[in-house]
Every structure is written in C-alpha cells, then in structure tokens.
C-alpha cells in the first residue's frame, strides 16, 4: 500500500499569471504536507504564460534547504514541434537546474496525429537533459504507448504520474492508467507530482496514488516513494547530462 510520497516536484509559483503562490508559500506547503523535498518548475518560455529563460537561469540563488526542506531547481520545459524540439538552452538545462519536466500544452503547439505525437515523445526519450515526461495521458496528445513505454525506460526517464489530470483533464484518467501498467510491466519509473498552481494543493496526490493502488502499481518504481531513490535518481540523471547521454 503506497502510504507516503517524499517529494513533488513538479509546483508552479506566482511567476506565471496562472500560479497563485510564492516560491516561500510552496515550501511551506510542502512542509505542511510531511514532505521533505519540492521542485519548483514554471513553465518555459514558449508558453504563453511561461517565465523568461533569466528565470531558470537565477534559480541557482534559491537556498538548497529552506525551512529543513530539500529545494530542486526545475522547469516544465514546453514540446515546440513534432520533432521533439524543447524551449530552453542546453546549458540552463544542463548546468543551472537540478531537473527537467517536458510537457505537451496546446497553448504552445496544436495537437497533431498519433503519430506526431509518437515521433516527438520518442526524440523527447533520447534528449538527456529532459528527465521526468510531464503529464503524458493528456487525451489530445495520444501516442503510440507500447511503443514508446521501454524507450522511456531505456533513456531513464521517468514517467509522470500528474494528480491535476484528474481534475482538469478528467477524460484522460484511462490513459494515465494504460500508461502506468506498460511502465509496471516495462519497469520504468513513474513519478507522482501534484501539478499544483496554488500551495494548498501542493503535496497532494489522491487520485494519482488511487489510480496506481487500483493496478497495484510496485511502489518501488515510484521515484519520490522513497527519499534515497529520489536522491540516487537525480545524481544518475546528472551524470547522464555531464555524458551526454
């Protein structure tokens, strides 16, 4: 029984007009909340909404630990083309922020064909400076799943489990399933994250951690299940953007 998640990394801050908290009252939330670790991940820049790439760049004044809680420093980067193309340089990426997000937003590309979809999702798996795949049940951005689960395991990265899609995006909730039993069956990892846009909502994942009690998900492909899996994973992560690979 999954009881307790360690971490969120994946929180918007009143950066964006659409985030409704500070970087401060996040933390604070997710102390609230009995975690020990939070991201914080505006959106890039090519979303409408998004923070300037100055934004990402200066996250490195953030405090490691603030308020005895372990700070990343992210961003949900935005999916440009069917390519796989992303929104913020390599170096930001890869030597100012602690973890990536990469996301689908119709705000930023229209929803193309399944095999659009499959093409940039399989080009975003090879791209070592993307670490976590935001949010991808998201029913308008459908893809190949058999195909593209392992390539997601193959590259290391981990396979967002998004508690807002059961909210905002209530008719991808059987996606989010499919997903989550080829990443059982596959062994990739999945990563519960909250999506929260305000800090009350930070730290909380019902219908995610019933979705994956509902398949009886191995709580040990859950990234942020356990602190030192979090910590080891991102270290590895790190690694492979050093390595390029």
């Not at 505006?42 to 490195?60: K, Q, S």
């Not at 798996?125 to 991808?136: C, Q, T």
Request: charged share 25%; hydrophobic share 35%.
């Amino acid at each position: 029984m999954i009881k307790h998640l360690t971490a969120d990394l994946h929180t918007h801050t009143d950066v964006s007009k659409h985030g409704y908290s500070t970087v401060y009252e996040n933390i604070m939330a997710a102390k609230a909340a009995g975690l020990s670790y939070i991201g914080i991940s505006n959106h890039g820049p090519a979303h409408e909404d998004g923070a300037p790439e100055g934004h990402f760049r200066n996250l490195r004044i953030l405090p490691e630990i603030v308020e005895g809680i372990r700070v990343y420093r992210g961003a949900e980067l935005n999916i440009t083309d069917y390519n796989g193309s992303i929104d913020l340089s390599g170096d930001t990426m890869k030597d100012r922020l602690d973890y990536t997000i990469a996301s689908f937003h119709d705000e930023v590309i229209l929803p193309g064909t399944k095999e659009d979809h499959t093409r940039a999702y399989l080009n975003v798996a090879a791209n070592p400076l993307v670490d976590i795949i935001g949010h991808s049940g998201t029913k308008c951005f459908t893809y190949d799943y058999e195909r593209v689960i392992p390539e997601f395991g193959k590259y290391g990265k981990a396979v967002e489990i998004n508690e807002a899609t059961f909210h905002v995006r209530k008719e991808s909730r059987e996606n989010c399933m499919r997903i989550a039993r080829l990443c059982a069956i596959h062994k990739v990892f999945v990563m519960v994250n909250s999506d929260a846009h305000f800090c009350k909502l930070v730290g909380v994942f019902p219908n995610a951690l019933e979705m994956l009690e509902a398949i009886n998900f191995p709580e040990e492909l859950i990234v942020n299940g356990d602190g030192k899996r979090l910590e080891t994973w991102l270290q590895r992560k790190k690694l492979q953007k050093e390595q390029g690979t």
